[in-house]
């Protein structure tokens, strides 16, 4: 059975940093590419970023120069590493292999929550 679990969340000033982590259990973690979506109160589902199992990352335009999305292969580990946290960035935050399954395979989310 696959699992993807989030950890890491938390509540943080503005100017902060939190790190993510999705451990991957069930699949062959290493050919999946891999995503982290966000979603805010009163707002559809972000897409915030991507890594392909070759590890190309892709960002947003709002976090580009502040989140980082990483991936280790041997311990099937996703992680993101959040700087300059804005308020703006407050949500609740999804591990997703896109391509898992007929509609991809989703984790349970962390909130981070980004005081001014």
């Known amino acids: 059975q696959v699992h993807l679990v989030e950890s890491g969340g938390g509540l943080v000033e503005a100017g902060g940093s939190l790190r993510l982590s999705c451990k991957a259990t069930?699949?062959?973690?290493?050919?999946?590419?891999m995503n982290w979506y966000r979603q805010a109160p009163g707002k559809q589902r972000e897409l915030v970023a991507s890594i392909t199992s070759d590890h190309i990352t892709n960002y947003t335009d709002s976090v580009k120069g502040r989140f980082a999305i990483s991936r280790d292969n041997i311990r099937r580990t996703l992680a993101l590493q959040m700087n300059n946290l804005k308020p703006e960035d407050t949500a609740v935050y999804y591990c997703n292999a896109p391509t898992y399954g007929s509609w991809g395979q989703w984790g349970q989310g962390t909130q981070v929550t980004v005081s001014s």
């Open positions: 069930g699949l062959n973690f290493r050919l999946f590419p």
